[in-house]
């Protein structure tokens, strides 16, 4: 089940805040089947993170951090 669209949502949001919203929720929804079938497959600790922004910037120096993973 692969969803299109969700790599321009940082544009998107700019022009229209509806749009930025059911590309989020489609976002969340997408990470919560990928978590449903990750604790199906024995996975015991699954976090689902939807953020928005620079990719570059968001993975390496702040996701880490909010997720308390240094």
């Known amino acids: ?3 299109q ?3 321009a949502y940082s544009t998107v949001k700019a022009y229209d ?3 930025a ?3 989020y ?3 969340e ?3 919560n089947d990928y978590k449903a079938e990750a604790i199906q497959a024995g996975v015991q600790n699954v976090t689902v993170h939807v953020d928005y922004g ?3 910037t968001m993975i390496a120096p702040d996701l ?3 997720s308390k993973l240094t």
Do not use: D, F, V
């Open 1 to 3: 089940m692969k969803r």
């Open 5 to 7: 669209g969700l790599s």
């Open 17 to 19: 805040r509806s749009i």
């Open 21 to 23: 919203e059911s590309a």
């Open 25 to 27: 929720q489609s976002a």
């Open 29 to 31: 929804e997408l990470l």
């Open 54 to 56: 620079s990719t570059k």
């Open 64 to 66: 880490p951090k909010k």
